[in-house]
T-cell receptor, first 108, second 112 residues
Framework: GIQVEQSPPDLILQEGANSTLRCNFS?????LQWFHQNPWGQLINLFY???GTKQNGRLSATTVATERYSLLYISSSQTTDSGVYFC??????????FGKGNQVVVIP | DAMVIQNPRYQVTQFGKPVTLSCSQT?????MYWYQQKSSQAPKLLFH???????NEADTPDNFQSRRPNTSFCFLDIRSPGLGDAAMYLC???????????FGPGTRLTVL
């Protein structure tokens, strides 16, 4: 199956700082999603982005499918941005493969 | 708002006592998924339904079963829960197999 690697595994940010999370994948994909898992465990959809660039408020994402990576940008981070960010990709087997996540802590 | 609903949010059961977790959706999506997520790990797919077509993952234990009586509902049955089955169980839906997946809030299962 497709291998998904996320980096960095852990990130501590000062409130107001910007950050970039990276997701590398091992094969061509037809689905790529970024999620934020909140403290109660729910996976919140951030972006559905198998290719291209999207922005939603302080968050934006870019996927370069030909080079097999995606980036999630967090600008002007807030304490509510804390949590685990998952990248999940789908290939030919109709299943999402999840990375291990980026644990982000934003300190005031 | 269209959504994915899971009940209960927290479930406590005893070792070996069968338990059923419920998921419903108002999105009218064709595909429903069940994932297991243990602490500090990524979600792991247990099985999914594409309409009435059931797809089991090869490494899903026989202890886990699922039912989808209609488009809106899907159930996860754990026949004899063990201590190792304590986890968050996440239900998700998508319009088609490779479309965007939407997750419910999860059911956190404790096994005593």
């Amino acid at each position: 199956g497709i291998q998904v690697e996320q980096s960095p595994p852990d990130l501590i940010l000062q409130e107001g700082a910007n950050s970039t999370l990276r997701c590398n994948f091992s094969d061509s994909v037809n689905n790529l999603q970024w999620f934020h898992q909140n403290p109660w465990g729910q996976l919140i959809n951030l972006f559905y982005i198998p290719s291209g660039t999207k922005q939603n408020g302080r968050l934006s994402a870019t996927t370069v499918a030909t080079e097999r990576y995606s980036l999630l940008y967090i600008s002007s981070s807030q304490t509510t941005d804390s949590g685990v960010y998952f990248c999940a990709v789908g290939g030919g087997n109709n299943r999402l493969a999840f990375g291990k996540g980026n644990q982000v802590v934003v300190i005031p | 708002d269209a959504m994915v609903i899971q009940n209960p949010r927290y479930q406590v059961t005893q070792f070996g006592k069968p338990v059923t977790l419920s998921c419903s959706q108002t999105l009218n999506h064709n595909v429903m998924y069940w994932y297991q997520q243990k602490s500090s790990q990524a979600p792991k797919l247990l099985f999914h339904y594409y309409d009435k077509d059931f797809n089991n993952e090869a490494d899903t234990p026989d202890n886990f079963q699922s039912r989808r009586p209609n488009t809106s509902f899907c159930f996860l049955d754990i026949r004899s829960p063990g201590l190792g089955d304590a986890a968050m169980y996440l239900c998700a839906t998508s319009r088609g197999p490779m479309n965007e997946q939407f997750f419910g809030p999860g059911t956190r299962l404790t096994v005593l």
